[in-house]
């Protein structure tokens, strides 16, 4: 999460969650594109969700990702999108213009909790 310009994690964020956040780790960074750097240097893959990305259905993913989700309405920030890997999307349909951050972001880790159990 960013440091600077974004929401906390709040009480009512963490009730919301209905105990995941405990599982989940979070962190706090100053600067997307220097963290993803690192991260790969570490062996990290960066996939960056993005409505015109390849679809998510069809991807194999590594054991260590990195998935990065953008604003809503805005998506992700130019720099932090060439710094991904890949650019992975939900095929939806016609009428469906885009998702919100928390729709998407559930469908991508249902979609990598599945794949994980399938194994």
Not at 33 to 60: C, H, I, N
Not at 90 to 115: D, K, M, Q, T, W
Request: charge should be positive.
């Amino acid at each position: 999460m960013p440091r600077w310009r974004g929401a906390p994690v709040s009480e009512a964020a963490l009730r919301a969650s209905a105990g995941a956040a405990d599982h989940v780790p979070v962190i706090r960074v100053g600067n997307f594109v220097q963290t993803l750097d690192r991260l790969k240097e570490r062996g990290f893959e960066v996939w960056g969700a993005d409505m015109s990305g390849e679809p998510l259905g069809s991807q194999e993913r590594g054991r260590r990702l990195v998935l990065m989700l953008g604003s809503e309405g805005k998506g992700l920030r130019r720099l932090v999108k060439e710094h991904c890997d890949k650019l992975v999307g939900i095929p939806a349909g016609a009428n469906v213009g885009s998702l919100n951050v928390a729709s998407a972001s559930a469908i991508f880790l249902y979609e990598f909790c599945r794949r994980s159990f399938r194994r």
